[in-house]
């Protein structure tokens, strides 16, 4: 399993970003797909997630509005749609296969004020 995550930098608050994660090693299209960010000083926190089908997507309430989460599974992707960022996003950001243990090396995301 092989997750690499991209998309990060630095962004003024109120800014976007589109995060992407090119997933490879398993079959991409059977598993939902979860975003994670960890704070510096803080834990691995849950962002979004996206169901196999597509069909059903959750945010945290952090997000909820701001974040939308995606997925290609013609080319093994889940994207994350950051919108209206503030500070308090600022982060590295993880995808992760809910079911399995592997993770990404991450990007990271700076919101400057």
């Known amino acids: 399993v092989q997750l690499v995550e991209s998309g990060g930098g630095l962004v003024q608050a109120g800014g976007s970003l589109t995060l992407s994660c090119s997933a490879s090693?398993?079959?991409?299209?059977?598993?939902?797909m979860k975003w994670y960010r960890q704070a510096p000083g803080k834990d691995r926190e849950w962002v979004a997630s996206?169901?196999?089908?597509?069909?059903?997507?959750s945010y945290s309430d952090s997000v909820k509005d701001r974040f939308t989460i995606s997925r290609d599974d013609s080319m093994s992707i889940v994207y994350l749609k950051m919108n209206n960022l503030n500070t308090e996003d600022t982060a590295v950001y993880f995808c992760?296969?809910?079911?399995?243990?592997?993770w990404g090396q991450g990007t990271q995301v700076t919101v400057s004020s």
């Open positions: 992760k296969v809910p079911s399995l243990a592997d």
């Open positions: 090693g398993f079959y991409f299209k059977n598993y939902a």
């Open positions: 996206i169901a196999r089908d597509s069909q059903i997507t």
